[in-house]
Protein backbone atom coordinates (compact mmCIF):
# COMPACT_ATOMS: atom_id res chain seq x y z
CA UNK A 1 0.00 0.00 0.00
CA UNK A 2 1.92 3.56 -1.17
CA UNK A 3 1.53 6.12 1.59
CA UNK A 4 2.61 9.97 1.38
CA UNK A 5 3.20 11.34 4.97
CA UNK A 6 4.12 14.84 5.48
CA UNK A 7 6.20 16.69 8.50
CA UNK A 8 7.48 19.67 9.30
CA UNK A 9 4.63 22.34 9.78
CA UNK A 10 3.76 24.32 12.90
CA UNK A 11 3.06 28.19 14.12
CA UNK A 12 6.04 30.46 12.72
CA UNK A 13 5.86 34.45 12.86
CA UNK A 14 5.60 36.49 9.91
CA UNK A 15 9.10 36.22 8.09
CA UNK A 16 10.30 33.06 9.49
CA UNK A 17 10.82 29.84 8.12
CA UNK A 18 9.85 26.08 7.92
CA UNK A 19 10.84 23.49 6.43
CA UNK A 20 8.04 20.60 5.02
CA UNK A 21 9.12 16.85 4.49
CA UNK A 22 6.87 14.23 2.43
CA UNK A 23 7.97 10.51 2.19
CA UNK A 24 6.98 8.36 -0.13
CA UNK A 25 6.68 4.64 0.77
CA UNK A 26 5.14 1.32 0.17
CA UNK A 27 5.27 -0.91 -3.21
CA UNK A 28 7.02 2.11 -5.75
CA UNK A 29 8.43 0.98 -8.53
CA UNK A 30 7.74 4.20 -10.27
CA UNK A 31 7.97 7.98 -8.64
CA UNK A 32 7.89 10.96 -11.07
CA UNK A 33 6.21 13.79 -10.11
CA UNK A 34 6.52 15.32 -6.47
CA UNK A 35 4.83 18.58 -6.01
CA UNK A 36 2.81 20.47 -3.22
CA UNK A 37 -0.67 22.35 -2.98
CA UNK A 38 -2.18 23.62 0.53
CA UNK A 39 -5.92 24.74 1.31
CA UNK A 40 -6.03 27.48 3.43
CA UNK A 41 -9.61 27.77 5.46
CA UNK A 42 -12.82 28.85 2.98
CA UNK A 43 -10.71 28.78 0.17
CA UNK A 44 -10.39 25.94 -2.62
CA UNK A 45 -6.73 23.86 -2.67
CA UNK A 46 -4.54 25.52 -4.88
CA UNK A 47 -1.02 24.68 -6.40
CA UNK A 48 2.26 25.34 -4.75
CA UNK A 49 4.95 23.83 -6.47
CA UNK A 50 6.09 20.81 -8.34
CA UNK A 51 9.27 19.16 -9.19
CA UNK A 52 9.64 16.37 -11.73
CA UNK A 53 11.75 13.12 -11.32
CA UNK A 54 14.80 15.29 -13.03
CA UNK A 55 15.42 18.93 -11.89
CA UNK A 56 12.59 21.00 -13.60
CA UNK A 57 10.28 22.88 -11.28
CA UNK A 58 7.33 25.13 -11.25
CA UNK A 59 5.83 27.35 -8.91
CA UNK A 60 2.84 29.62 -8.16
CA UNK A 61 3.52 33.20 -8.13
CA UNK A 62 2.05 33.68 -5.23
CA UNK A 63 5.57 31.70 -3.62
CA UNK A 64 8.11 32.10 -6.23
CA UNK A 65 11.12 33.37 -4.86
CA UNK A 66 10.28 32.50 -1.56
CA UNK A 67 9.91 28.66 -1.37
CA UNK A 68 11.88 25.94 -2.76
CA UNK A 69 11.23 22.28 -3.65
CA UNK A 70 13.83 19.57 -3.57
CA UNK A 71 13.77 15.89 -3.71
CA UNK A 72 15.76 13.26 -2.79
CA UNK A 73 15.16 10.18 -4.90
CA UNK A 74 16.90 7.50 -3.00
CA UNK A 75 14.54 8.69 0.14
CA UNK A 76 11.64 8.84 -1.89
CA UNK A 77 11.08 12.08 -0.40
CA UNK A 78 9.82 15.76 -1.60
CA UNK A 79 10.65 18.71 0.17
CA UNK A 80 9.47 22.33 0.45
CA UNK A 81 11.54 24.74 2.26
CA UNK A 82 9.46 28.14 3.13
CA UNK A 83 10.94 31.77 3.46
CA UNK A 84 10.00 34.92 4.29
CA UNK A 85 6.49 33.48 5.40
CA UNK A 86 2.93 35.60 5.26
CA UNK A 87 -0.24 35.41 7.20
CA UNK A 88 -1.62 34.36 3.88
CA UNK A 89 0.29 30.93 3.96
CA UNK A 90 -1.56 30.14 6.26
CA UNK A 91 -3.02 26.64 4.95
CA UNK A 92 -2.79 22.84 5.71
CA UNK A 93 -0.17 21.46 2.90
CA UNK A 94 -0.67 18.59 1.38
CA UNK A 95 1.96 16.52 -0.54
CA UNK A 96 1.59 14.56 -3.78
CA UNK A 97 3.22 12.43 -6.10
CA UNK A 98 2.69 10.23 -9.30
CA UNK A 99 3.64 6.92 -7.97
CA UNK A 100 3.71 3.70 -9.93
CA UNK A 101 1.45 5.64 -12.81
CA UNK A 102 -1.35 6.36 -10.17
CA UNK A 103 -1.52 10.25 -8.07
CA UNK A 104 -1.46 10.21 -4.76
CA UNK A 105 -2.07 12.58 -2.03
CA UNK A 106 -1.27 13.04 1.54
CA UNK A 107 -2.75 13.66 4.97
CA UNK A 108 -1.53 17.21 5.23
CA UNK A 109 0.52 19.25 7.48
CA UNK A 110 -0.86 22.32 9.58
CA UNK A 111 1.45 25.64 8.12
CA UNK A 112 -0.09 28.19 10.71
CA UNK A 113 1.81 32.14 10.21
CA UNK A 114 1.08 34.45 13.08
CA UNK A 115 2.79 36.41 15.57
Known amino acids: QVQLVESGGGLVQPGGSLRLSCAASGSIYSLNGMGWYRQAPGKQREFVATITSGVYTHYADSVKGRFTISRDNAKKMVYLQMASLKPEDTAVYYC?????????GGQGTQVTVSS
Open 96 to 104: SADINGLHY
